[in-house]
């Protein structure tokens, strides 16, 4: 089955403590990107690649870090997690290597940081 | 500025009417896209519509219709007789594809709460 996985889907943490959202899709697309959604700020995104070892800044990258060493994976990573990084955190791909294509996204991951 | 704004927060109609949600866009590229995705209350993100900006030919799919406007900047979503299944967030997206630093980005409006009541 085609999807896109994330893990952990929820989890809490404390201020300061290194944690890392895997994101991993299986459709050999080129295309992978992270967002948080926060009420009443909609989608925001906060990275995307658009090849191996190629990652570009979206709007809010301020406190995360990814990397892109396969295909497949595009893990998220928050060094020293704050509390307004609490928020519902979305992975995607999509088959269009500049993602002009359909997103495919993951369940969400539900992260608060205390 | 926001590239994209859905002015509406939150809409309520009675199952059975038709609604419709407006999203507006900004951008200085020639080419671009135009995306709908729905979050129903399970939260998974479900992509509905792409419309590249040289094609502003309507499209029906069922009971949901887009209207694309580019003298108004405009992607509007209708739902013809609404159902109480159609109750999710709904955000508008815009992809430029010109080339150049934004190749790439994506950006989603802040969504519109459709509650359709029984």
């Known amino acids: 089955e085609a999807q896109v996985t994330q893990n952990p889907r929820y989890l809490i943490t404390v201020t300061g403590k290194k944690l890392t959202v895997t994101c991993s899709q299986n459709m050999n697309h080129e295309y992978m990107s992270w967002y948080r959604q926060d009420p009443g700020l909609g989608l925001r995104q906060i990275y995307y690649s658009m090849n191996v070892e190629v990652t570009d800044k979206g709007d809010v990258p301020e406190g995360y870090k990814v990397s892109r060493k396969e295909k497949r994976n595009f893990p998220l990573i928050l060094e020293s997690p704050s509390p307004n990084q609490t928020s519902l955190y979305f992975c995607a791909s999509s088959l269009s290597p500049t993602g002009i294509g359909e997103l495919f996204f993951g369940e969400g991951s539900r992260l608060t940081v205390l | 500025a926001q590239k994209v704004t859905q002015a509406q927060t939150e809409i309520s109609v009675v199952e059975k009417e038709d609604v419709t949600l407006d999203c507006v866009y900004e951008?200085?590229?020639?080419?671009?896209?135009l995306f709908w995705y729905k979050q129903p209350p399970s939260g998974e993100l479900v992509f509905l519509i792409r419309?590249?900006?040289?094609?502003?030919q309507n499209e029906i799919s069922g009971r949901y219709s887009w209207n694309f406007q580019k003298s108004t900047s405009s992607f509007n979503f209708t739902i013809t007789a609404s159902q109480v299944v159609d109750s999710a967030v709904y955000f508008c997206a815009l992809s430029e594809a010109d080339r150049g630093s934004t190749l790439g980005r994506l950006y989603f409006g802040r969504g519109t709460q459709l509650t359709v009541w029984p």
């Open positions: 951008t200085r590229d020639t080419t671009y896209y």
């Open positions: 419309r590249n900006s040289f094609d502003e």
